[in-house]
């Protein structure tokens, strides 16, 4: 992570294959300068996660950057509809709205 330059234009959707690994990325990136984080999960992983971070006294402020589960609520199960859904809640962002419901 070290060699990948973000800035406050950067937009980042945190997917990997387990638990740990999620936690372990948001940890790198969640005090870097980007707009945008997001991580895929069900509610109570990603409402997991967040409590280990505020037990490590991360801010609330901080946290409040982080979309998850990402992506707007559209309702589609399949991979392409969740893409789609992530992609919204990005653009939204990026106009510089906040998605509604996270």
Do not use: N, W
């Not at 402020?61 to 609520?73: H, I, T």
């Amino acid at each position: 992570m070290d060699s990948i330059h973000l800035t406050v234009d950067s937009f980042i959707v945190l997917i990997t294959t387990d638990h740990i690994s999620d936690e372990a990325a948001l940890r790198q990136v969640i005090h870097s300068p980007v707009r945008y984080v997001g991580m895929i999960g069900s509610r109570h992983k990603c409402q997991t996660i967040l409590a280990h971070l505020r037990a490590d006294k991360i801010s609330e402020e901080v946290l409040a950057r982080v979309y998850a589960p990402v992506g707007l609520a559209l309702g589609g199960p399949t991979p392409e509809e969740i893409a789609v859904s992530i992609l919204a809640e990005i653009i939204a962002v990026r106009r510089g709205g906040r998605a509604a419901d996270r």
